[in-house]
């Protein structure tokens, strides 16, 4: 029999959002899972919107949507799809593809309707299959149990898939049998339907153990991230979008390595152990990276940021409208004599000197400019390590260069050439940001 709660709301054309104590998001398939998370969340007052994803993968997507919008009008909520384009998937794994197409999308209609909490039906079966696919493929402590989303609340987390069938069955709920749940393609699937008629030769009570497993091993992931927050508090900095990771008694522990390489796997995943070892023990300049990042020892820190390679590239610069090519800001502005302000947060260059036609390049080895205040040339490369400039940040430091002569090292020093004269009405007020800021 189908309980009054359930009759009720199915039955009652008033009910409304308003009525409940918060928006959120559910993520939802239309399986049983969902399905009793949806109701489960309402018995404890909260409506949620239904966000579901038509991925155009299998034959009956279109079907499983019209039923999710049917469940969603028989049942008072508000629904919301999302109808995606599998010809625009760039990832050549489906199922990554798909996971970080639904969890954008749950973030980003979050944001839309104003909802505090996303909600995910993933339960301790999940977990436990989660666990032993990720221990098979050798992850650590952090990557082992997965699901390390911290936007997203899973209040099914330590419900088993059993209970979770009882509840639908007890409540007399209808859900939407996913066919592909089925199947021996995908790895989890097989972890599914395979490993537990093993397992249970093994150990009979191993979802038991696996579960408390899984648990006290969440326990120690919390405490290790704790850890860490307070450590990176300690010594790490963030300036312009880099980590500084500062020298210190630390490097001489036995665990250094771990220790750095388990800061930078929270900045990317992709980091390997034995290369940031090499960091770790190099020279200055040492070196590794990964596809999106960059690990680099410099004087006194560690230094992660993006990977931004060396641009290659000259910019002819034939009109002022063509600063607009530059990969970076760079503007002139012309200021009368009088308004002239000499300080460090100003830099000025004479209007007479620098005028189009000029180039932007990165420097190259060899190159020579007679920095402001000095009588005779220097390297560029010499004077960018006298100001002590990262290595990775003097690859892509530019220089502005007119008739073979170079007049400004952006962002550092112009040339002597290019100072504003006594006898100059106005100057030029140069803007630049930073390419790697």
């Known amino acids: 029999m189908q ?91 489906v199922q990554n593809w798909a996971r970080e197409l639904r969890y954008r999308w749950f973030q980003e209609m979050a944001a839309t309707l104003g909802a505090k909490t996303v909600y995910t039906a993933h339960h301790m079966d999940d977990r436990r299959e989660t666990f032993l696919m990720n221990a098979l493929r050798g992850a650590g402590l952090s990557g082992i149990l997965g699901m390390s989303n911290t936007a997203v609340e899973r209040p099914l987390a330590h419900w088993d898939k059993a209970k979770i069938l009882d509840f639908a069955v007890q409540h007399d709920l209808p859900w939407r049998e996913d066919g592909s749940n089925n199947t021996l393609k995908y790895t989890r699937n097989k972890v599914r339907l395979l490993l ?96 999106r990042h960059l690990l680099i020892k410099d004087r006194t820190a560690f230094i992660c940021g993006p990977q931004r390679p060396r641009d290659p590239k000259t910019y002819q610069i034939e009109r002022w409208e063509d600063l607009s090519s530059l990969p970076f800001e760079l503007t002139f502005e012309s200021v009368p004599r009088a308004e002239v302000v000499f300080d460090h947060r100003h830099e000025w260059v004479s209007p007479r000197v620098v005028q189009p036609p000029f180039l932007v390049r990165c420097w190259t080895h060899g190159d020579r400019f007679q920095p402001f205040g000095m009588r005779g040339q220097k390297k560029v490369a010499d004077f960018l390590n006298d100001l002590r400039v990262p290595t990775h940040h003097k690859e892509r430091t530019y220089v502005l260069e007119k008739d073979g002569t170079i007049l400004w090292v952006l962002g550092y020093r112009i040339a002597q050439q290019a100072a504003l004269g006594t006898d100059e009405n106005v100057a030029y007020l140069t803007t630049f940001k930073q390419p790697y800021s």
Request: proline letters at 3%; glycine letters at 6%.
């Open 3 to 93: 309980s009054s709660l359930f009759a009720t709301q199915r039955n009652s054309k008033a009910t409304s959002l308003s009525l409940y104590k918060e928006k959120s998001v559910l993520g939802f398939s239309g399986g049983v899972d969902s399905v009793v998370l949806s109701q489960v969340l309402v018995r404890d007052g909260i409506r949620p919107y239904l966000l579901h994803v038509n991925y155009g993968l299998r034959p009956e997507a279109d079907e499983d949507e019209q039923w999710c919008r049917w469940y969603a009008q028989e049942y008072r909520f508000e629904l919301r799809v999302l109808r995606a384009n599998p010809e625009d998937r760039t990832a050549t794994n």
């Open 196 to 291: 537990p008629e093993v397992l249970d030769q093994v150990e009979p009570r191993w979802r038991g153990g696996l579960s408390k497993t899984v648990d006290n091993l969440e326990r120690d992931r919390l405490l290790l991230h704790g850890f860490l927050e307070r450590w990176m508090e300690e010594h790490c900095t963030v300036i312009e979008g880099e980590h500084h990771i500062h020298f210190g008694p630390w490097m001489e522990r036995a665990d250094a390595q771990v220790l750095l390489w388990r800061v930078l796997i929270e900045i990317d995943k992709q980091f390997n152990y034995e290369e940031v070892g090499h960091v770790l023990r190099g020279t200055i300049g040492q070196r590794t990276s990964t596809r």
